[in-house]
């Protein structure tokens, strides 16, 4: 950099690198920060430090051999991923898949988006310095987990969805556990709303902070809370309704602040709607078979598809182009993370340092699928 | 400590030099085992199952364990994810930057040996590579108590250290 | 459906007066297209495109406000694929633009949707599309001094070899780093 002084600020510029270690950046991230005294001048992410080349592998791998590294993608959030996978390849190769089956992945995602916003919660208040927080978002999230392994057999990369539903059904006891443990999650978020939403220092640090205009991040291909904490309700399980979705009864959350507060809130509220879902699921799920017959050798027509589903950080795409033998000639993984990110250097200018923790934070970004 | 190692060897060829070397082994083996204090080094994945161990459920503090940001404060780094290129140098230079005695638990598959990402281009088939590692957990990812085993294991193959001789082999858990 | 039996490809869709309308407003910029679904799937050519971009944006009939993805795909040749969304609308536009396969470019819409910056870096880092206009051109994924276009069918998949021979010094500036910090990376 050649020029040191900014003109009439009197203040020389300081570059800081903030990770790729770096204990609030959420992975591994590294973001180079411009300074001029505490005051943020200038942010530059610089990603790929988890570059796994997952879609190159795609291309490598049969259809069904792919459907575990969707989980690793965003691996917080692993079934969202699994989900918009499997329904690209069913929309590709005009699969239908039974009701009960899109019950169950509908359930199975919504208990991974209590997990995914469990963990975000967690890893917020370790960032802002409340490491209450973290225990108690850990605890609350372990039963959610319990009953993952129990459907699934893992407890963070499932796996599990397969292209025409799913392998097994669920197992008995399943609705009882369930219910049981949902039935204690709304008071315990209560009780960190209390602790947390309604903490001053919080507030403080929160609100009028990190403002990102809606029309900027619509321009910007931001999603899910990030979008909805500036006020537009775009959530693709109901702009673009798929699997079961329709048949449920659940508000968007939104909210018109556009500031680190209004994405938290977002995301608390997005937490009890989850578990609404995952309780209608559980009553109105017919019986009948859970998975469609496929042929042993999998080989979808010639021809692109594309889908996507509402990820715990917004709208997750995948395209698929398909050469008509058994593995894909294009997989295509659109991550929200990576859209989201874009907006940092934009919201995070004239705040200090300590703030741009907070607002990476509030986006909710996973490395694993920034880069892939 | 590096006197004091020197001192060491001189006192194991002593005749009865082993009977006062021991109980300094077992106090100093004792203390660093007992207060291992990993810097957080989540990469993918298996980050988060290492935030879940640390966390309430499988608590890592009951074992003297507490994550630490720095290389300088910490003891053991627990590799958790994928390496990959862009990466490496800065992993070794973590390393690097941490003081001995210093160990290297390398957590799930791919920090073990690749893992699932084994044919890609861009990512290093084990941390092995880069810098020496004492303990493999498996698993994608390992389970908490698969990690709260490695470490374990890292205690006890701290246990068997001496002032005198030599780091001990490589183990794998899970 | 029973083992063995191949999956049939769906029906190709009928014209539609939307893409006639936009061939004939932006004749160089639409070559073809359908519509199905609520999926409005234009073949476009990069002369014109940055009207019918901004076009697509802007009019309230349209309104693709939103940049879904934007990446490539080598089926039959190189192609640039674009999907639009429309969030008062709810409807997507599927834009194919194909590049040449040995020296692939096409303009940039980083103007007309900042999100595509990032999009058509990532872009040109793992199939070497340049994106002509673009403020910031450079790889996202892979370190700067990378030589091949990975994602590229003519690149196979092979693992990396690291580290590279002659090992590393402890210390050693590795060649693999970005520049010195306090400079761009």
């Known amino acids: 950099m050649s020029d040191l002084m900014t003109a009439g600020s009197g203040l020389q510029q300081t570059v800081v690198n903030m990770g790729p270690q770096h204990p609030s950046t959420h992975g591994v991230l590294r973001l180079i920060v411009t300074l001029e005294g505490e005051v943020i001048a200038d942010v530059k992410p610089d990603i790929g430090y988890l570059h796994r080349s997952v879609e190159k592998i795609g291309e490598n791998r049969l259809y069904q051999q792919f459907i575990p590294y969707t989980d690793r993608c965003d691996y917080v959030g692993g079934s969202g991923n699994t989900q918009a996978y499997v329904l690209a390849v069913e929309k590709l190769a005009g699969i239908e898949v039974p009701e009960r089956a899109q019950f169950i992945r509908v359930m199975l995602a919504e208990l991974n988006r209590l997990t995914s916003h469990l963990v975000w919660l967690s890893a917020f208040g370790v960032d802002m310095g409340a490491t209450t927080v973290f225990l108690y978002g850990m605890r609350e999230r372990e039963p959610i987990m319990d009953l993952m392994e129990m459907v699934t057999g893992a407890r963070l990369t499932y796996s599990w969805f397969r292209i025409g539903g799913c392998p097994l059904d669920l197992p008995a006891g399943f609705d009882a556990r369930c219910r049981e443990a949902l039935r204690h999650l709304p008071g315990r978020l209560d009780e960190m709303d209390v602790l947390f939403t309604g903490n001053p220092v919080l507030q403080v640090r929160c609100q009028q902070v990190g403002i990102l205009p809606p029309e900027l991040g619509v321009a910007l291909g931001a999603s899910g809370p990030t979008l909805r904490g500036s006020g537009v309700p775009y959530d693709v399980r109901r702009a673009i309704p798929y699997e079961i979705y329709p048949k449920l009864d659940f508000a968007v959350a939104a909210q018109p602040t556009c500031d680190v507060m209004g994405r938290y809130l977002v995301r608390i509220e997005e937490m009890r709607q989850s578990i609404r879902i995952v309780e209608q699921c559980l009553d109105l799920i017919p019986p009948g078979p859970v998975m469609t017959k496929l042929p042993r050798a999998f080989k979808p027509p010639a021809g692109e598809a594309f889908a996507q589903v509402e990820s715990p950080r917004g709208h997750f795409g995948v395209y698929l182009a398909s050469d008509g033998s058994n593995r894909p000639r294009r997989v295509r993984l659109r991550a929200p993370s990576f859209a989201n990110l874009q907006a940092v250097p934009y919201i995070s200018k004239g705040w200090k340092l300590a703030d741009l923790v907070a607002i990476v934070g509030s986006l909710d970004i996973v490395l694993g699928e920034v880069d892939r | ?174 | 459906m029973s083992e063995g039996e191949q999956l049939q490809s769906p029906p190709p869709p009928e014209l539609s007066p939307t893409v006639e309308e936009l061939e004939s407003r932006f004749p160089q910029a639409v070559t073809g297209g359908w519509e199905q679904d609520g999926v409005l799937r234009l073949e476009v050519a990069a002369q014109g495109l940055l009207d019918l971009c901004r076009e697509l944006r802007d009019a309230p009939e349209y309104a693709f406000d939103f940049l879904a993805d934007l990446t490539a795909c080598e089926l039959d040749g190189l192609k640039i694929v674009y999907l639009l969304f429309s969030i008062p609308h709810s409807r997507f536009a599927w834009l194919h633009l194909a590049v040449d396969g040995e020296r692939p470019a096409a303009p940039t819409l980083s103007e007309i949707w900042p999100g595509a910056n990032w999009f058509e870096r990532e872009v040109y880092d793992l199939f070497g599309v340049r994106f002509e206009g673009h403020p910031d051109l450079r790889r996202i994924m892979l370190p700067d001094q990378w030589e091949s276009h990975p994602l590229r069918r003519s690149v196979p998949l092979e693992p990396l070899v690291y580290p590279p021979a002659g090992g590393m010094e402890v210390g050693q500036r590795d060649s693999l780093l970005p520049s010195e910090p306090g400079g761009e990376p």
Request: hydrophobic fraction near 45%; proline fraction near 7%.
């Open chain 2, 1 to 174: 400590m590096g006197v004091i190692n020197r001192a060491a060897e001189v006192l194991v060829k002593v005749p009865g030099g082993s009977i006062l070397l021991a109980p300094a082994d077992f106090v100093i083996n004792w203390a660093r085992e007992s207060s291992l204090w990993p810097m957080q080094f989540g990469l993918a994945c298996c980050a988060i199952e290492m935030m879940a161990t640390a966390a309430s459920r499988f608590d890592l503090d009951r074992f003297g364990i507490i994550m630490r940001a720095s290389p300088r404060q910490s003891d053991v780094m627990i590799v958790a994810g994928t390496v990959t290129v862009k990466m490496a140098p800065f992993l070794r230079r973590l390393y690097d930057q941490m003081p001995e005695p210093r160990w290297v638990l390398a957590m799930g598959n791919c920090a073990g040996a690749g893992g699932p990402f084994l044919d890609s281009y861009s990512t290093v088939q084990g941390v092995d590579r880069v810098v020496p590692v004492d303990v493999y957990v498996a698993g994608c990812p390992p389970r908490p108590e698969g990690l709260v085993d490695g470490l374990l294991a890292l205690q006890r193959k701290i246990h068997r250290m001496s002032l005198a001789g030599e780091r001990g082999e490589r183990v794998t858990v899970g």
